[in-house]
DNA sequence: GAGCGAATTTAGCCATGACTAAATCCAATG
DNA sequence: CATTGGATTTAGTCATGGCTAAATTCGCTC
């Protein structure tokens, strides 16, 4: 059994892994930032990973997760994104709240308990904040979802994931209706580095800032 | 915080000195054979709490809880109590998981998640085996059950709490309908340490060991 | 190609909570 | 009242996973 440290180091190296260009390894300084730990502390587990054969480890350039990694990293993930979502649809937890209370929980439920709430979600293949679920065989879906700060104007879409790293922006985008499956068309874009003004729905205007709309994956609408 | 070990170590002791002889310390071994570590590494343990003014400790006699002791002791059979109730009525575990599961949940959950199940439960009073769920103050309704292995001949009683401690116990008892609530007749007892023979209901009858009757609490039925 | 600065690794330390082996205490027995 | 055996404590070790400080490496600039 792997430990509860071993564990997080898996799952933040996972999620690094997929928040950066492909091929691109995942260095030191950002596990470390991720775990809030120091450098020597991050360079001291993944001296541990590697040898687990969980990871492979190029000194002074950066870790990438082995096919073993991956598997173990994707468990962790799946029982993640079972209980967020389980604590959102039973417990009648917020949308921001759920992913701390699920990092508690998720090294200490059973397999059985994994099973449990599974099949009283019915076994759903989305997570709480739109990301996918991995089977218990390791399987995970890829969605081909665009970021809504790369949308041009006039473009309409539809809400699909959200990063759940920010909870004060899954509180606002709540409050605000911006949920999972709303349609959105961009109405202006900002030249730079300003917000989009959106349109949500058909009455309904709004401003976002363009670092909230780094956060949010979209789904062409048909147009 | 309290360390899960901290925890693990008040909430046994906790238990040891009920089901010890009231006055009555609880010993090193009796802790360290509970929590399935050496004598040497309970000792160690035990300086510890009695550091933290947890427990007061009379070298090579034993320990006792202090108030703030059983205070923080209470605090973990609370969540213990209402996890074990609210994995048996939501998710449906058996009469006899429940203990492992809550063991493994009881560390990682916070207060709103606490306050969430219990609520979802209608704030019971009783736990999943008919033990008293200590309230967030930190009080606990005493219960003048007898066991049921000190009943007499012709007794009627209501099966009113059932240790936790043995799964294959609660396993047997569950399938032989001998559940919380069941109304009972002792018809016969064996002299010395033999089974009885119990009456369930008004039709059925049925041989129940002495070990068995040691760990099943009843309430005397009105004559 | 030397040097600089940032990132990374190494070295050495600490707390926690296990362990074994050895010493010590205490109660019971003769 | 001395002895002895079981319970308890002490002494010393280990693994885990943090930390800081110091050394090292790498990429970049001059």
Known sequence: MLSEAVQDYLKSIYKLSHASQAGEMVTTSLIAERMQVSAASATNMIKKLAELRLLDHTPYQGVELTPTGVKMALEIVRHHRLLELYLRQSLGYDWDQVDAEADRLEHAISEDFEDRIDRALGFPTVGAHGEPIPSKEGDIAVHNYRRLADMA??????????????PALLRYLDE??????????IRERAPFRGPLRI????????????EAAEQIYVEIAAA
Chains 1, 2 share one sequence.
């Open 153 to 166: 104007e006039g473009e309409r879409c539809w809400i699909r994931q959200v990063s759940d790293r920010d």
């Open 199 to 210: 349109a949500i729905g058909v009455d309904r205007e709004h401003h976002l800032g363009l």
């Open 176 to 185: 605000h209706g911006l949920i999972l499956g709303t349609e959105v068309e």
